[in-house]
């Protein structure tokens, strides 16, 4: 059963074919990075118009790479939440569209439930093309996910595929890891998304001539839950400082004690989970599941305990159609449906445990 998947939460417009054994068709992912990046982040009007513009372009080549029909298809899944809602309404409403007139059916998707079951996707070589890597094993349930991007931050334990079957263990107080980075790229005039830049620089610069001291945020607390709003102060404080980063060396040091920090403590708090569940697997999702200081560091810590790594390809870590394809034809297969008043939520259906700004919940 193939399904079309669209995603426009926030600043990717995306749209694949894909089965529910996670078969990647086509996945095509138009980013709207070079329209925000004058504003150094995503600008939640400029996202809806740029969505707008894409999302019928974007389906057609989907469509036109899978050589697929609409008819030919299963069905019809859409992230409706978590996300910007003039973002998400784009998607929702071109796939309310498709569904209606082409009798059908339609499924909703959570953006995070996509994340979590990325590293299911696999995507065969084209018909042609030099045969690519063999297909990576893919995890068992349960697993703990770490997703970690510009929106999300947070370990979850994965019982199964469904909704009810995924739980929050901890995530961010504040700002979201990717966030972080971005803000810290901005404070130091490095470009956007500032992610990769800093990641880049890390690798030249040393944690330990760094003249600023950056703790691992949280990382004493036995809790799952995150905190990157402190980091990004002390980083703050710094460049305004009298000791400010003051050339390309000392700004490489500090983006390098920022890293060593921040990855820190997603390893131990990921760890801690595995430790504490009993549960010795661990699947990474998120853009920045592409940082190579995260990827080095959970790479020997899972060897060093035996926990089982997974991290998905960068083009499915990052936001794309494919996820949501897939995750919406589990929904298909158990028979699941959305009516056409099918409409978009800011929140996601995970319920958090950690509040925005306060901490845990109780009960
Ligand atoms: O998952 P994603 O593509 O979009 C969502 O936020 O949903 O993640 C984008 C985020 C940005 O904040 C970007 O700076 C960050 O992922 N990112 C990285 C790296 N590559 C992307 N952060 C750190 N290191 C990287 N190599
Ligand atoms: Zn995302």
Known sequence: ????????????????????????????????????????????????????????????????????????????????????????????????????????????????????????????????????????????????????????????????????????????????????????????????????????????????????????PMAHRESLEFSFSGIKSAVARHVDGPDAPSNDAQVADLCAAFQRAVTATLVAKALRACRQHEIPRLVVAGGVAANRGLRERLARACAERAVALFVPPPESCTDNGAMIAYAGALRLRRGERDRLDLGPLVTSALRRVTRKGRGRREG
């Open 1 to 216: 059963m193939w399904v079309l998947g669209l995603e426009s939460s926030c600043d990717e417009t995306a749209a694949a074919v894909v089965d529910e054994h996670g078969t990647v068709l086509s996945d095509v992912v138009r980013s709207q990075i070079a329209a925000h990046q004058p504003y150094g982040g995503v600008v939640p009007e400029i996202a809806a118009r740029d969505h707008l513009r894409a999302v019928v372009p974007v389906i057609e080549q989907a469509l036109a790479q899978a050589g697929r029909t609409l008819a030919e298809l299963g069905g019809i899944a859409v992230t409706a939440r978590p996300g910007l809602v003039g973002a998400l309404l784009v998607g929702v409403q071109a796939a309310k569209g498709l569904a209606w007139a082409s009798g059908k059916p339609l499924v909703g998707v959570d953006h995070l439930v996509g994340h979590l079951l990325s590293a299911f996707l696999h995507r065969p070589a084209a018909p042609g093309a030099p045969a690519g890597p063999p297909p990576t094993a893919v995890p068992a349930f349960p697993f703990v996910g770490l997703l970690v991007s510009g929106g999300h931050t947070g370990l979850y334990r994965c019982d199964g595929a469904e909704v009810e079957s995924m739980h929050e263990l901890g995530a961010t107080r504040d700002d979201a890891v990717g966030e972080a980075y971005d803000k810290v790229a901005k404070l130091l005039g490095l470009g956007y998304p500032g992610g990769p830049i800093v990641d880049r620089l890390a690798a030249d610069g040393s944690a330990d001539r760094s003249r600023v001291r950056l703790a691992a």
